[in-house]
C-alpha cells in the first residue's frame, strides 16, 4: 500500500523507519518530512498544518493510509477530513483528540471516570483564579487550556509566581484563545514517566514506558524545551505498575471516551507522575511523544504499519506486540540558544561515520538537504539512538557516537538516562 506520514520531526523520521521495514508498504511519503526521510520516502513540501493541501495530495496520489504524527492537525480534524475524502488515517478525530487539545475537558473527564489526577478548578476570569491561587498557596500549577507547543505550564514556587502565569494568559493574552480556560491544579510532587498505547476504541495494546528529559540543561536546570532525549523501557515502571496504569488509567480513559461519543483510535499517551509509588495523570496527548518515541520504534519487532492498521480497523485484540529484549537511549542534539533565540543553516559534519555504526539509529529532526548538505532547521536537530541489551552500554554506545557528530553551536545533556540507575 501508499503510506504517507504527516510531520517532519524525529518522531516522524522514527515513525517512517519503521513503516518503511513494513511488506505491507510498498511506497512511502512523508509530508513534509527532514533531510533524514529522504533516504526512505519521498519528500512532499506541504505543511503539516495545511489540512486541505495534505487531503487534496493524497487524493491525487491515491494514497491508502495516513498517520498523522503531530498534534495540531489531529485537534484541528485532519483524520475526519481524509475520512471523508474516503482515505484511512491513523489517528484519532477532532472529537477524541480533545483529550490533548482541552486540558480543562480533560480534567473534567478524568474526575468523571474516577481516574487519579491532581485536584484542580477550572477558571475563565482571572480575578477568580487569582484568588483560588492565593487560598492554596504555592507550590501550585497554572495550565492554559488548549494547545500551546509545551509552552502553557508554569509549575510556580511561589503565589507571585502563579499569579504572574495567569496575567500572561488572561490579560496579556499570550496563548490567544488556548487561554481563554486555564486550569490551576495541585502540584504534585515525583518523578515523571510516559506510557503510551495504541488503542481502536475498545481494545489496548501497551508499549513500554519511557522517560522524557524536558528542561534544556543536565540535572533538569533551565527551560523547558519539546524534550532532550528519552529511553525506554523506563524501569520505574515495575510490572505492578503497569498493570495499575492499565487498569486504573488506560482502560478507563478508553472507555469513558467511547461512553463520551468520542471512541478513541490512534496512540493515546499519558504524561504521568508517580508519587508514593501511584500513577496520576499529568495529561493526555493525542499522538506518539516526541524524543519518546525515538527510543520506543526501535525496540519494536512486531510490524508498526500492520499495528496501525489494525487500531483503524478494529482489530487490535488480534495483535501481541513483541519487543526486543534490549534499552534504547535516545540523546536529542540542538541547535545553541534553543529553546530561546538561534540560529539555522549550519552544516552537519560527521553523520556518515556514525550511520555505519552497529546498535547506532541516527533520527533526524530539524534538518534540510541543500545543494547536497544536511544543515540545521530547527531548535531540535537529530537524534542519536543507541541500543543495548545493559542499560549503560546503551547509554555509553549513544554518547560515543555524538563525538563524531559536529555542528557550530550544537548542544545535548550530558546526563539522557541517569534516572533509570536507581531502579535498575
Ligand atoms: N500537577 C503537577 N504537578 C507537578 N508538575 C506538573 C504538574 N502538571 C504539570 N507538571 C509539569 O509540567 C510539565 C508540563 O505539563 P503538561 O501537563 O504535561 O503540559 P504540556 O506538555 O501540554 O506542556 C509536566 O511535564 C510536568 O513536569
Ligand atoms: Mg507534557
Not at 478494529?314 to 540558544?337: E, H, P, Q
Amino acid at each position: 500500500m501508499k503510506v504517507a506520514i504527516v510531520g517532519g520531526g524525529g518522531r516522524e523520521h522514527a515513525i517512517a523507519h519503521s513503516i518503511s521495514k513494513s511488506p505491507l508498504c510498498k511506497k512511502l511519503y512523508c509530508i513534509p518530512g527532514n533531510a533524514g526521510s529522504l533516504s526512505i520516502a519521498e519528500n512532499i513540501p506541504i505543511s503539516a498544518e495545511d489540512i486541505n493541501g495534505i487531503v487534496e495530495f493524497c487524493k491525487e496520489e491515491t494514497i491508502d493510509y495516513v498517520v498523522i504524527g503531530p498534534e495540531n492537525p489531529l485537534a484541528e480534524g485532519i483524520v475526519d477530513e481524509l475520512n471523508k475524502a474516503g482515505i484511512k488515517a491513523f489517528g484519532p478525530t477532532k472529537k477524541a483528540a480533545r483529550i490533548e487539545a482541552s486540558k480543562s475537558f480533560t480534567k473534567n473527564f478524568l474526575k468523571k471516570y474516577n481516574i487519579p489526577t491532581a485536584e484542580y478548578e477550572v477558571f475563565e476570569d482571572f480575578n477568580k483564579a487569582k484568588e483560588y491561587v492565593v487560598k492554596k498557596g504555592a507550590p501550585i500549577v497554572v495550565k492554559a487550556d488548549g494547545l500551546a507547543a509545551g509552552k502553557g505550564v508554569t509549575v510556580a514556587k511561589s503565589t507571585e509566581e502563579a499569579i504572574k502565569a495567569l496575567e500572561e494568559i488572561f490579560i496579556n493574552k499570550r496563548f490567544g484563545d488556548a487561554g481563554k480556560r486555564v486550569v490551576v491544579e495541585e502540584f504534585l510532587e515525583g518523578e515523571e514517566a510516559s506510557f503510551l498505547i495504541f488503542s481502536d476504541g475498545d481494545n489496548i495494546v501497551p508499549m513500554i514506558a519511557a522517560q522524557d528529559h524536558k528542561p534544556v540543561f543536565d540535572n533538569d536546570e533551565g527551560p523547558n524545551t519539546g524534550g532532550m532525549g528519552a529511553y525506554a523501557p523506563a524501569p520505574i515502571i515495575n510490572d505492578t505498575l503497569k498493570e495499575r496504569i492499565i487498569n486504573e488509567i488506560m482502560l478507563k480513559a478508553i472507555n469513558g471516551l467511547k461512553n463520551e461519543g468520542a471512541p478513541y483510535k490512534g496512540v493515546l499517551y499519558a504524561g504521568l507522575m508517580i508519587k508514593d509509588n501511584n500513577p496520576y495523570v499529568l495529561e493526555f496527548n493525542c499522538r506518539f511523544g516526541d524524543p519518546e518515541t525515538q527510543a520506543i520504534l526501535p525496540l519494536l519487532e512486531s510490524d508498526l504499519l500492520e499495528v496501525m492498521l489494525a487500531s483503524t480497523e478494529g482489530t487490535l485484540n488480534s495483535i501481541n506486540l513483541k519487543w526486543k529484549d534490549s534499552y534504547a537511549v535516545c540523546v536529542v542534539i540542538s541547535s545553541g540558544g534553543y529553546p530561546l533565540k538561534y540560529e539555522k543553516n549550519i552544516p552537519i559534519e560527521g553523520l556518515t561515520e556514525v550511520q555505519n555504526l552497529d546498535d547506532i539509529i541516527i533520527f533526524h529532526a530539524g534538518t534540510k538537504m541543500q545543494n547536497g548538505k544536511i544543515l540545521t532547521s530547527g531548535g531540535r536537530v537529530l537524534n542519536v539512538v543507541a541500543i543495548d541489551k545493559e542499560f549503560k552500554k546503551a547509554q555509553q554506545k549513544a554518547y560515543e557516537a555524538i563525538k563524531l557528530i559536529h555542528f557550530d553551536k550544537m548542544h545535548y545533556r550530558k546526563d539522557i538516562g541517569n534516572k533509570a540507575y536507581k531502579y535498575l
